[in-house]
């Protein structure tokens, strides 16, 4: 046995000491695995990183819907969206249950392996926003590491589709390169988004998927404009001590207008 599956071993145990077993499969398209191994010759043990990197979002996750009042064990209906591989979704299984628990991306084969190797319900993403069908409705929705890569163009787009897939009282959260993850010499334009046409995506069009940096100004303008609303947490480097985390939540009971429509959408 190398030491490099010794290490491997020692992390996966220690992860499913006293709960449900880790799936340890990862696939060969894996962007985030293979990102990992970019930097292969200065971390011990490519596996336990991804593995121990998956494990801290969900226990960081835990933490920040501390600060609302809630715990990712009561939730009925959970979208992961943007999900990728599953370098999260394998530690969400162990402590949600699958069927409450709804994966979605572009890359139909990481959703696929993803409802092969979790026996999670998985959907299949659109370029265009408008154009995603949900099979439902979700009281949680988590997107990590989306929203730091879109486009002005696409920002407010995604935010309001994911917000409107929120049941009533229902929550978002996402994250973002804020300004302390601004390069050095740069500076925000007036709107308060720095779009860079360059992401470590090996396969997404850089029109629409490169690296954004935006202000918490922006953020707040865009939610209030596409949902209505005001952030309702707002977390400097609340990601891997990295990106900004923002949630929004959607009233228990929506207005609605006089006819008694749709909720009210105010811009």
Known sequence: ???????????????????????????????????????????????SHYFAGGERMLNRLRELLARLDLKVEDSRR?????????????????????????VCDLYTQAVDFQVEQFGVTGVYSELVPEDLVLPGRYDLIFVASLFSHLPDALFGRWLERLYDALEPGGTLLFSTHG?????????????????HKASE?????????????????????VVREHTGQDVALEVERGLFNIQDVYAVRKPAAADHDENGGAPVRRR
């Open 179 to 195: 300004p302390s993850c601004l390069p050095e010499g740069r500076v925000f334009p007036e709107r308060g988004i720095l779009y």
């Open 78 to 102: 959970f979208l992961e969206f943007a999900c990728g591989y599953g370098r999260f979704t394998r530690h969400l299984v162990r402590v949600l249950d699958p069927s409450r628990i709804t």
């Open 1 to 47: 046995m190398t030491s490099d599956l010794r290490d491997t071993l020692k992390v996966v145990r220690r992860i499913e000491a006293g709960g449900p077993r880790l799936v340890t499969a990862i696939h060969p398209e894996d962007e985030m695995f293979l990102y990992v191994l970019d930097f292969a010759e200065k971390l011990d043990n490519p596996q």
């Open 201 to 221: 995506s090996r396969t997404h069009s850089a029109d629409d998927y490169g690296t954004s940096y935006v202000t918490p100004r922006y953020v707040a303008d």
